[in-house]
């Protein structure tokens, strides 16, 4: 039984950070793609950080030097490091695991900057 188990998420002022973390189990981890993506309210889910097998790393525009992926297979866990956070960022953020012809999701934790 595949499980991404997203934390980390909360309530933070603007400017402050956050650090989410997906724990994965029942797959091969260090096999899958990591990414994170986020959706808010009436809006499509759209990718924020992705990091392959090997560790490349790739980012959307609107967080590129604020946001940080990273990987830990030993822990099977993908980290993001969320720094300099705007009420834009505001968001259910959903942590996905890919490989060829599969994908897999966790249940997403909300994310909100408010001040």
């Known amino acids: 039984q595949v499980q991404l188990v997203e934390s980390g998420g909360g309530l933070v002022q603007p400017g402050g950070s956050l650090r989410l973390s997906c724990a994965a189990s029942?797959?091969?981890?260090?096999?899958?793609?990591m990414g994170w993506y986020r959706q808010a309210p009436g809006k499509q889910r759209d990718v924020v950080a992705s990091i392959t097998k090997r560790g490349s790393t790739n980012y959307v525009d609107s967080v590129k030097g604020r946001f940080t992926i990273s990987r830990d297979n030993a822990k099977n866990t993908v980290y993001l490091q969320m720094n300099s956070l705007k009420p834009e960022d505001t968001a259910v953020y959903y942590c996905?695991?890919?490989?060829?012809?599969?994908?897999?999701w966790g249940q997403g934790t909300q994310v909100t900057v408010s001040s």
């Open positions: 029942g797959i091969s981890f260090s096999f899958y793609a």
């Open positions: 996905n695991a890919g490989a060829p012809g599969i994908n897999y």
